[in-house]
Structures are given as C-alpha cells and as structure tokens.
C-alpha cells in the first residue's frame, strides 16, 4: 500500500533554515508527481510546492508566491525520498506540514510541525 512518512520538522529562529523529507513507499516514485502542503490551525491546509513526475514531466517545479526563492522541492530517486529545503524561514512559515501524491486517489503523509519563532 502507499504510503508516505515525512520528518524533519522542528523549532528554528527567524532567518534559520530546515530540511524536510518525506520518504515514500509502494509506487512508482518516478512515475508520481509530489506535493508539499502545509497547515495552520483554523486554516485550510495551503499548497507550496511540487514536483512532477519524472517520466512523464522531467520533474518540472513550481512554488507558491509565499515560498518561492526560500523554499526548493528536489527528488532523491534512488531513495524514494522527496526533499524541501527552507531557507529563510519566517514566523509565518510556522505550520504543519506535508508531503502528497497522487496514485488513483489522494494520499498524505501524517505531517511533521515546523515552528519559526524566537
């Protein structure tokens, strides 16, 4: 079965950076497009960054206006692991986030928490 597991997240000052990875198992990594959300609570959880697949779209990127030039989305085929770099977090870059694919249906990971904060 699919699933996916992130980790990485943590408590960094303002300026700081963090690496996220989300390790994924049961698909074909190369095939599946990968997304980076994240969600504060009372909000709806916000897209951020994706990557497509690599077979069929050369893993093209793109970011949301909110993270673009801090953030980078990048693969690591051979360990099914996909990466979000962060770099010059901000306090409202605080939030849970995750990791997504697509195979027929949605799946997420369980989320791993990120607070930017003094």
């Known amino acids: 079965q699919v699933q996916l597991v992130e980790s990485g997240g943590g408590l960094v000052q303002p300026g700081g950076s963090l690496r996220l990875s989300c390790v994924g198992s049961?698909?074909?990594?190369?095939?599946?497009?990968m997304s980076w959300f994240r969600q504060v609570p009372g909000k709806e959880r916000e897209w951020i960054a994706h990557?497509?697949?690599?077979?069929?779209?050369?893993?093209?990127?793109n970011y949301a206006d909110s993270v673009k030039g801090r953030f980078t989305i990048s693969p690591d085929y051979a360990e099914n692991t996909i990466y979000l770099q962060m770099n010059r977090l901000k306090p409202e870059d605080t939030a849970v986030y995750y990791c997504?694919?697509?195979?027929?249906?949605?799946?997420w990971g369980q989320g791993t928490q990120v607070t930017v904060s003094s």
């Open positions: 990557i497509a697949s690599a077979t069929r779209a050369g893993s093209f990127t």
């Open positions: 997504r694919t697509v195979v027929e249906k949605e799946y």
């Open positions: 049961g698909f074909s990594f190369r095939d599946s497009a």
